[in-house]
């Protein structure tokens, strides 16, 4: 990749640090006055499996960047770069943050969640130490981000449906979110904390109910990746926490108590060749 990863980290820290105040200042002020932001602006979404477009050979599963569009203005666009199987070290192995970093413009937003291949340390190709590796690619995502003007945005990863025998909901993610979040803070960055609110949501619905949520289907019971009622849901804690952490203005986000029709869940043909 021509964005190494190490080089990002160290090289041009002040410019870097520089450019960060302008983006994050001006999201706020919108923000604040309810005014619109001076163009329309693209959310990038990079991440994995759980966020990734699908296509009809893998439906009903259905990543969550492909509902958020249902809750943002028509006026924000979503370039959905998620992957399945990847984490941030093979997200950035492969070049993937390149042409991404390209395309950011000022005052556009980088919505970055990785966690769950992260995790798998018995794959070196993926595997990112919580507390090493994986801290050190976050903080090259964000100051990708801040190198064009942009805001970058942590998302702590969403949780599987994991229940104990008493029916509460368990974490499955180790201490990669709470590493995110030490990073987010660490680097003044907003944080959606996803895997939180994705575990009180699946304790509140409970073992049984949240099965609809997830593509469990009469050949597979995928207690990880979501159906068109799953990814609704989890997009909707995604787009409340954009407007929570005032990353978006209340007139960029819609329908946000709204029932959305799982219907509108739509599953293109077949995956690009480029992916």
């Keep these: 990749m021509t964005l190494g990863r190490r080089e990002a980290v160290t090289a041009g820290a002040g410019l870097m640090l520089a450019l960060a105040a302008g983006p994050a ?7 604040a006055t309810g005014s619109s932001p001076r163009r329309p602006r693209t959310l990038f979404i990079t991440g994995d499996s759980t966020a990734a477009q699908k296509y009809a050979d893998a439906a ?25 199987g990847r984490s941030t070290k093979s997200f950035l192995d492969e070049g993937r943050l390149d042409p991404i970093t390209a395309a950011l413009r000022p005052g556009d937003v980088l919505l970055v969640q990785f966690g769950h291949n992260d995790a798998k ?30 805001l970058p945005v942590i998302a702590t990863s969403v949780e599987r449906r994991r229940f104990d025998a008493a029916g509460t909901a368990q974490r499955s993610l180790g201490d990669h979110p709470a ?25 509140r619905l409970g073992p049984e109910a949240t099965k609809t949520y997830f593509n469990w289907t009469a050949t597979e019971q995928d207690n990880t990746h979501f159906n068109p009622p799953g990814a609704i849901e989890v997009a909707r804690l995604v787009a409340r926490e954009l407007l929570r952490t005032r990353v978006l203005a209340p007139r960029e986000t819609r329908r946000l108590d709204d029932d959305i029709p799982t219907d509108r869940i739509t599953w293109p043909p077949a995956v690009p060749s480029a992916s």
């Design 25 to 31: 200042a001006a999201r706020t002020e919108d923000a």
């Design 121 to 150: 340390s018995t794959d070196p190709a993926r595997y990112a130490a919580p507390w090493g590796a994986y801290q050190d690619n976050l903080r090259v995502f964000v100051e990708a981000a801040r190198s064009r003007g942009a």
């Design 179 to 203: 590493a995110a979040r030490a990073v987010a803070a660490a680097c003044g960055t907003p944080l959606l904390d996803i895997e939180a609110l994705s575990l009180e949501l699946w304790q």
């Design 60 to 84: 009903p599963e259905t990543g969550w960047g492909m509902a958020l569009p249902f809750f943002l203005h028509r006026d924000t666009t979503v370039s959905n770069h998620a992957v399945n």
